[in-house]
């Protein structure tokens, strides 16, 4: 899955690396070395000329030393580089390099999404040996955003449910998800986000697994759930189709295979009987 790498250790103080490596992002592009898909050496990173304030630190991996930084304007150091969607990367580098740059573009975004105060429009500034931008003028703080979703596979006898979201970049069926709202548990948002998108009630929540995803910002948190009563009612503005998956139905093609939606489908695939 798409993880940052158990071996990476985070750091927060900028360190003195004479070759550090750089993630450089603008907005959601990370820039990179067309020919490999690897970051830009350091003398590359080094004619962006990036402003120190756009550069912190993110940790150490293998050895070494990694930093973030963010632009504004999609510049290059060279002809042989470009900036590539993070989704476009998915099964073409390796996992925990894709987990490490998720992680840094989440920083990136929060430093460059909270150089002002939101309540007085103080420059702000990034607290020592913390993650967190603090207002001089009104103490404001401002933490990473983590935005928690919930996802839940819901079952009947041998069936599943899975559905076809109408916002979704890849348009195909998967189990249902749903970001939380103010003063939510996770179990109250699976049960309002299931009768709300397919009309349905589900009871026995079990805890499936969760995932940091960057996109820009979730944290998705997955359950089953087994069917309860009612029948399919879709809410058209969410969900495009969904319907229940048995053992003899045509499963549906999933080729990210980085997401946690992915696990969660492929351990509670329906299996035909022997």
Not at 39 to 47: E, F, K, R, T, Y
Not at 57 to 69: D, H, I, K, P, S
Not at 88 to 95: A, E, H, I, K, Q
Not at 258 to 264: D, K, N, R, T
Request: a negative charge.
């Amino acid at each position: 899955m798409l993880l940052t790498p158990a071996t990476f250790s985070p750091m927060i103080r900028p360190q003195d690396h004479a070759r550090p490596l750089t993630f450089v992002f603008h907005r959601g592009e990370l820039l990179l070395r067309n020919e490999i898909l690897g970051l830009p050496d350091p003398d590359a990173v080094a004619a962006l000329n990036l402003p120190a304030e756009r550069v912190r630190a993110l940790g150490v991996w293998e050895g070494r030393y990694y930093q973030l930084a963010w632009l504004e304007q999609p510049e290059l150091p060279g002809p042989d580089y470009g900036y590539h969607g993070l989704r476009s990367l998915f099964g073409v580098v390796d996992d925990g390099f894709l987990g490490l740059a998720g992680r840094a573009f989440q920083l990136a975004e929060w430093a460059r999404t909270h150089r002002y105060c939101g309540v007085c429009a103080t420059p702000m500034a990034q607290l020592e040996g913390e993650r967190c931008y603090k207002c001089p003028n009104c103490g404001h703080s401002a933490y990473p955003r983590i935005s928690p979703a919930m996802m839940v596979l819901i079952r009947k006898g041998d069936s599943v449910l899975l559905a076809m979201h109408t916002n979704s970049p890849y348009k195909r069926y998967t189990a249902l998800a749903g970001f939380l709202e103010a003063g939510e548990s996770i179990e109250e948002a699976i049960h309002r986000e299931v009768y709300e998108e397919v009309g349905l009630r589900v009871h026995n929540l079990k805890y499936f697994g969760s995932q940091s995803w960057p996109f820009p910002h979730s944290l998705m948190i997955a359950y089953t759930a087994d069917y309860l009563d009612g029948e399919i009612r879709v809410d058209e503005s969410e969900i495009a189709d969904a319907r229940w998956f048995g053992p003899d139905d045509e499963w549906p093609d999933l080729p990210i295979t980085v997401s946690i939606a992915a696990q969660l489908l492929k351990a509670h695939r329906p299996q035909r009987q022997p």
